[in-house]
C-alpha cells in the first residue's frame, strides 16, 4: 500500500510535468491574486485559507485578498473545492481522496489547493508552503521565513499526497498544548478544534479492561472474575488493577457490554480498545493456560477473548474495530489463532533498543521484536505501533535516537503499519532536545521518505544560527560514543546505561558552553539555553562522585559545578520545564534538589575488608550500596539511579504500610551493624539489623524482628525486596541464570522469564524449602548467594524484565498473626560467588 501510494503520487507528478510543460510562476506577480475559499467551505477550509494568506505575506510581503468568489477567471488560489475551483483550469476530481489526502495543482494563471475532508485541504496548504516556499514550522513561536527577496518561482505541476499513517501522534507537551502547531505539523491526534480539522477517527489502542470490568464493582462477589496467579485471585494489583480471567463467560459479556456502551457514548470514533491493564499478571487458570500452552503465547486466551468480542461488535456496529495492545506478555503471535477482520494490533516495543534500528541483526534487544512484528505482519493487515522514544526516568538526559527514527518509520511504512503512537514526554515540556526531538518525528511521521538525521540538521541549522555547528557536532560525537562502546539504551535508562560519567558529563558541558558562546543574539541564546538544561542534568546525575562524610551520603562535584543545583533549577523554570521523569512535577523535585542533591542523605556505613553497606534510613531503611571489595562490584545500583531504584528494602505485603510517610528509621551503628528502629503508628516496634561480623567477614547478614505492641491481635507479612544489580541487560538465562535448590540440586529458573512469569516460574514456590537462591553472570563471572530460613518465609519472588540490569532475588514471609507484645523474627544473609552454584 505504501509502495502504491508513492508509485501513484509519481505518476501524477509525471503528468503535471507534460500538463504544464517546464513553466514557473513567478512569485512577484502576484500582486493581482486571490485566494478563493467557496462560501459553502468547511471551518478548517476558511482557516487554511487564512494561513495561506499570513504564511503567504510573511514569504513574499504580498498581502492577498480572501473572496468567495474569484474576481475574474485567471490569477485564482483555490483553497478547497467549491463551484468555482471546478469550473477553473485547475479543476480535479475529489472522489478518491481520503480525509487527509491532497492535491496541489499549479498552472501559469491559477492554483488549487485542495483535499479531502476535514484536514487535507488545511494540510495541503502546509504542504504548499513548505514545499515550494521554503517555509519551516520549527517550535509553536518559531516558523522559518526564507528570505527572497522577490526571486522566488514555483513550479507549474501537479503534486499529490496521501499519508502513509492515518494516525499520527508525535507525544510531545509542545503539541498538547499548541494545538495550531501541531496542526501545522499534521499532527492528527491532540486537538478537536473543527478550525483545526478535529482528530483522527481511529483512537488510540491502549490499557482498557480496568475500566470494563472494574474490581472495585466486581471483585467482592466475583474474585473468580480475575486472573488466578500464583493459586490465587489477587485483587490488589498495580498497573490499573487484576487482569480479568478471559475464558470466564460472564467477563466476556461485561466486557462486551461495556465496549458496546462505550460505542454508543463516542460515535465519533471508528474503533475500541479491548486491551489488558500495565501489569503481567495475566490469568493462569486451567482454562486460560491451556490455550496458552497450545499457542505459546500468552496473547492466545488474550486474543481468543478479544475475537469473541469482536464476532459480537462486528454484529451490531460493522464499522468499529476493536483494538488491542500486543505488549509485553501478548507481545508474541499466538501459533494459529488469527485476529478477527475488525481486530486491530497494536504492538508495542518498550523493551527494545531506541539506539538502533529495530531491523538491525546486531541489535540484540531488538532481534526478538523484529521477529515478532514479522509474525504479526503475517496475520494481520491491521497493525499499529506504540513506540517509546524517550527517557521515562529522566526526560531531560541525553537520549541518543535521533538517526533510529526515519530507518524504524520507513520500515514500518513499508511493511503496512496504520498508524504510529510516538511517545514522548507528553506531560511536560522542555525535555532534552524537546523542539528538535517534536520537529524531526513529526516530519518524519508525515513523510517516512524522510531521513530524521537531516531533518536534525535541518533544525539546527534553522533554529540555532551559528551556535548550530556545535550542536550537531555534539548529537553526532554522542551517538557514534554510544554506538562504539556497544550501549543499547531502553526507554528506562540509568545514566550508566547510556554511557555517561564524570569525564562525557564535563564533554558535554563543555560544547553547550561553546554553543552559547556562538549564539548570534539573545534569541537564539535562549534557544540554546534550553537545550543546554541536558548538560547541567548530566552533570547532576553522572559527573558527581558519592561520598559519605559526617553521616551525610553526599553528591561531589567537580571544581567549578558547585552552583550546579542551583543553575539547572533556574534554567529550568526559565524555560517551564514541568516535568523531569514520567511521574514528578518539577515543583516537587526541586526540594529534592535542594535537600538530596546539594546538601545530602543522611547515612548509615558499615564495613569490612570484603564488604561496604550503606543506608540510607530516611527512606524506609533502604540499602543503597552493597559494595564487594574485592571484586569492585556493587551489587545495589542505586547511587547511579537517584536512590529511587536499585535499592534494598523491606516492603508490607501485610500489617506494615512501607510507603505510608513519614518510613524514616532511626540508625545506629554498633560493632559493625547497623540497626535500624521505627516506631509504628499503632506503637510497635520494627527493627532491622545488617551486620559485617567478624566471625563471618565473608557474609552480609540480615535480621528483622517485629514486636506488636496493640491490644488488638494483627497479622504481618513482610517481603524482603533486593534490586540486585547483575551487571547485564541480557535476556539469555544461559548468560545470566537464576537459581534455585531443588531436590538438591541447583536448577535455573529463569528461562524464557518475563518479570515474574515464565514456564519454571513456579520453582519459585516448590524450592523455597532448601534455603538458598542465587544468581551467577556467566560472562562476567560472578553472583550472589542469599540464604534464609526457610521455614520463616512462604516462598521466593523474583522480577528480571529485558533491558533493565536487575534481578530481583525476593522473599516473602509466612503470615505472622500477633497478639500484644508477640514478635515474629527471620533472618537472611548474602554472598558472592566466583562460580556457579554447586
Known amino acids: ?302 486474543l481468543a477473548f478479544v475475537n469473541t468480542i469482536a464476532d459480537r461488535v462486528a454484529e451490531r456496529y460493522p464499522h468499529i474495530k476493536v483494538g488491542t495492545l500486543a505488549y509485553w506478555y501478548t507481545r508474541k503471535a499466538p501459533k494459529t489463532i488469527k485476529p478477527r477482520d475488525n481486530v ?62 526515519g530507518p524504524n518509520l520507513k520500515f514500518y511504512a513499508e511493511h503496512n503499519v496504520k498508524g504510529m503512537f510516538m511517545q514522548s514526554n507528553g506531560g511536560g515540556t522542555s525535555g532534552e532536545m524537546s523542539d528538535l526531538r517534536n520537529y524531526v518525528i513529526s516530519r518524519c511521521l508525515w513523510n517516512p521518505e524522510l531521513d530524521s538525521w537531516e531533518q536534525a540538521e535541518e533544525f539546527c541549522k534553522l533554529h540555532y544560527g551559528k551556535a548550530a555547528p556545535i550542536i550537531m557536532e555534539y548529537l553526532t560525537i554522542l551517538h557514534d560514543y554510544m554506538d562504539e562502546h556497544g550501549y543499547h539504551p531502553d526507554c528506562f535508562a540509568k545514566p550508566s546505561d547510556l554511557g555517561l560519567n564524570r569525564e562525557i558529563s564535563l564533554k558535554i558541558f563543555d560544547y553547550f558552553n561553546k554553543a552559547l558562546s556562538l549564539a548570534d543574539d539573545e534569541v537564539i541564546r535562549g534557544r540554546v539555553e534550553k537545550i543546554s538544561i541536558t548538560a547541567y542534568r548530566t552533570m547532576l546525575e553522572a559527573g558527581r562522585k558519592i561520598e559519605v562524610e559526617d553521616g551525610m551520603i553526599k553528591r561531589k562535584f567537580p571544581a567549578g559545578y558547585e552552583d550546579i543545583v542551583d543553575r539547572y533549577i533556574e534554567l529550568c523554570r526559565k524555560h517551564q520545564m514541568t516535568m523531569p521523569n514520567e511521574s514528578t512535577r518539577f515543583d516537587d523535585f526541586v526540594p529534592v534538589l535542594r535537600e538530596e542533591y546539594a546538601k545530602g542523605i543522611p547515612g548509615a556505613v558499615v564495613e569490612n575488608d570484603t564488604w561496604r553497606l550503606t543506608v540510607d534510613h530516611r527512606n524506609n531503611g533502604k540499602v543503597v550500596e552493597m559494595l564487594h571489595k574485592p571484586s569492585a562490584h556493587n551489587f545495589l545500583g542505586a547511587f547511579e539511579n537517584n536512590f529511587m531504584y536499585g535499592t534494598m528494602e523491606e516492603w508490607g505485603a501485610q500489617g506494615y504500610d512501607h510507603e505510608a510517610k513519614p518510613n524514616d528509621f532511626e540508625a545506629k551503628v554498633i560493632d559493625n551493624t547497623v540497626i535500624l528502629t521505627r516506631t509504628l503508628p499503632d506503637g510497635s516496634i520494627y527493627e532491622r539489623k545488617l551486620s559485617l561480623t567478624e566471625n563471618q567477614p565473608h557474609k552480609v547478614s540480615c535480621e528483622t524482628r517485629l514486636v506488636h505492641r496493640a491490644k488488638d491481635p494483627k497479622t504481618y507479612q513482610l517481603i524482603v525486596h533486593p534490586e540486585i544489580n547483575v551487571g547485564t541487560t541480557t535476556t539469555d538465562h544461559e548468560i545470566l541464570s537464576g537459581y534455585v535448590n531443588y531436590n538438591n540440586e541447583w536448577v535455573v529458573f529463569n528461562k524464557g522469564l518475563v518479570s515474574a512469569q515464565g514456564p519454571d516460574a513456579h520453582l519459585l514456590i516448590e524450592a523455597k524449602d532448601s534455603g538458598r537462591y542465587a544468581f551467577f553472570n556467566h560472562e562476567s563471572n560472578f553472583g550472589l548467594l542469599e540464604t534464609y530460613d526457610p521455614s520463616k518465609i512462604e516462598r521466593l519472588r523474583t522480577w528480571w524484565n529485558p533491558g533493565f540490569s536487575l534481578m530481583n532475588l525476593e522473599l516473602l514471609t509466612n503470615a505472622a498473626e500477633l497478639k500484644q507484645n508477640e514478635s515474629f523474627t527471620f533472618t537472611y544473609a548474602f554472598e558472592y560467588l566466583e562460580a556457579p552454584p554447586k
Open 1 to 302: 500500500m505504501y509502495l502504491k501510494y508513492l508509485v501513484v503520487s509519481l505518476f501524477i507528478i509525471m503528468i503535471a510535468f507534460t500538463y504544464c510543460g517546464s513553466d514557473r510562476v513567478d512569485l512577484a506577480q502576484f500582486q493581482d491574486w486571490t485566494i478563493v475559499v467557496d462560501d459553502e467551505a468547511i471551518p478548517s477550509e476558511r482557516y487554511a485559507a487564512e494561513e495561506f494568506k499570513s504564511i503567504f505575506f510573511e514569504v513574499t510581503g504580498i498581502r492577498l485578498p480572501i473572496a468567495q468568489e474569484p474576481p475574474k477567471a485567471e490569477h485564482n488560489i483555490f483553497i478547497g473545492t467549491g463551484d468555482a475551483m471546478q469550473v477553473s483550469n485547475v479543476n480535479f476530481s475529489m472522489e478518491d481522496l481520503g480525509e487527509e489526502d491532497l492535491y496541489i495543482r499549479i498552472a501559469r494563471d491559477n492554483i488549487a489547493i485542495a483535499g479531502g475532508r476535514s484536514r487535507g485541504t488545511l494540510y495541503g496548504v502546509y504542504e504548499f508552503a513548505e514545499r515550494y516556499l521554503g517555509v519551516r514550522f520549527l517550535t509553536y513561536n518559531h516558523t522559518h521565513i526564507p528570505e527572497v527577496n522577490g526571486k522566488l518561482s514555483i513550479p507549474c505541476e501537479d503534486y499529490v499526497y496521501r499519508p502513509v499513517f492515518s494516525f499520527r501522534w508525535s507525544h510531545f507537551g509542545e503539541n498538547r498544548i499548541h494545538p495550531e502547531f501541531a496542526a501545522r505539523l499534521r499532527v492528527n491526534t491532540v486537538t478537536h478544534y473543527e478550525h483545526l480539522g478535529g482528530i483522527t477517527s481511529q483512537q488510540l489502542i491502549s490499557h482498557s479492561l480496568n475500566k470494563q470490568i472494574p474490581v472495585s464493582q466486581y471483585g467482592k462477589e466475583h474474585p473468580e472474575y480475575f486472573a488466578l496467579v500464583n493459586g490465587e485471585r489477587s485483587l490488589d494489583m498495580w498497573g490499573g488493577g487484576p487482569e480479568p480471567c478471559v475464558t470466564n463467560p460472564e467477563v466476556i459479556d461485561i466486557v462486551t457490554e461495556a465496549v458496546f456502551k462505550a460505542i454508543e457514548r463516542n460515535p465519533q470514533f471508528t474503533n475500541v480498545s479491548v486491551s489488558q491493564n500495565d501489569n503481567d499478571a495475566y490469568c493462569h487458570c486451567d482454562n486460560c493456560e491451556a490455550i496458552n500452552q497450545l499457542e505459546e503465547s500468552p496473547m492466545g486466551a488474550h
Open 344 to 405: 486491530q494490533i497494536q504492538l508495542a516495543n518498550i523493551e527494545c533498543c531506541t539506539l538502533h534500528p529495530i531491523d538491525d541483526p546486531d541489535c540484540p534487544k531488538n532481534v526478538s521484536f523484529y521477529k515478532d512484528f514479522i509474525e504479526w505482519s503475517k496475520i494481520s493487515d491491521q497493525i499499529y505501533i506504540w513506540t517509546y522514544l524517550t527517557n521515562f526516568r529522566y526526560y531531560d538526559l541525553p537520549f541518543p535516537n535521533l538517526r533510529a527514527i
